[in-house]
């Protein structure tokens, strides 16, 4: 195994190894305990026009093979994000690079965090997050169907000539071939994957299940070691039937992890839950990679 520096989005990465959306806030909530320049790059919390204050707690809930979350995009909006923490980021990385995830309720949500911090010379490239519900088309996600992903990466492309990875679900029908609908409207890769619905009882304060789960019981997204053999699998069918390239994500807690998503043909990897546990893997998993 090396740690070969990775070229994506027309820029060199240190290492493949990024945090995911969502480990690690904006990076000031961790610089205390990791050393974010050390890795790849990070990829923000996710932003939306509006803050957001989540859903109740609790939102996560471990079990044996991982954790459901049910955050519900909590984030201080794109005003903040735009002067508070992308200055901050631009003021304290010299050498990981920063991915921005855009959420939203409407394709215009995405539109206006996009188009509010395009001119920022700190993001590398904007990462879409599909999986969320579609308000306009009944609360359908927008990476569910080709005619909802079309739009969004389309009216995305449109508004900034910056780099794009559209985050995609492995829960539907056909993920290579929606991988192909994002290359079409102009993306750049496909972040796979994200988390998967699930839920258990009484467990989160999602009391909806709007999260992602199954009705009244708390759902949420499930991620955590359960999802490495399902975020290798997309992967593998991705590269094989599209061609482009992908960030890994799901279920990554060592090297050997990595390792399994950059012979399926990842660029790079993100890794999450295993972040949440303890800051610190990333950079264990980064220097593991440099020793081969």
Known sequence: ????????????????????????????EVRDVID????????????TPEPRRGHAAPRVAE??????????????GLAAV?????????AHLRRARVLVNVAGATVDDYVTVIRGLAASAVITAFELNASCPNTSA??????????GLRELVR???????????????????????????????GADAVTLVNTIPGTLSYRLGNGSGSGG????????????????????LATRR????????????????????VQEYLTAGATLVAIGTAALADPRVPGRVARELARG
């Open 63 to 76: 079990f044996p093979g991982g954790m459901l979350n049910a955050v519900g995009l909590a984030n201080p």
């Open 82 to 90: 735009r002067d508070e923490e992308l200055p901050w980021l631009a």
């Open 138 to 147: 009944g609360g359908l996600e927008f990476g569910a169907t080709p005619e």
């Open 155 to 185: 009216r995305c492309r449109d508004v900034s000539s910056k780099p794009m990875t559209v985050k995609l679900s492995p829960v539907v029908p056909d993920l290579a071939a929606l991988a192909q609908v994002a290359r079409d409207e």
């Open 1 to 28: 195994m090396t740690a070969a520096a990775r070229d994506l989005f027309g820029v060199t990465f240190q290492n493949p190894v990024l945090l995911a959306s969502g480990t690690a806030g904006f990076g000031r």
């Open 36 to 47: 974010l320049d050390a890795l790849g790059g990070i990829v923000t919390k996710a932003v």
């Open 238 to 257: 991705v590269i094989a039937r599209v061609g482009m390239p992908v960030i890994g994500v799901g279920g990554i807690r060592t090297a050997r992890d």
């Open 213 to 232: 789960g199954g009705g009244g019981g708390g759902g949420g997204g499930l991620s955590g070691p359960a999802l490495l053999p399902i975020g290798v």
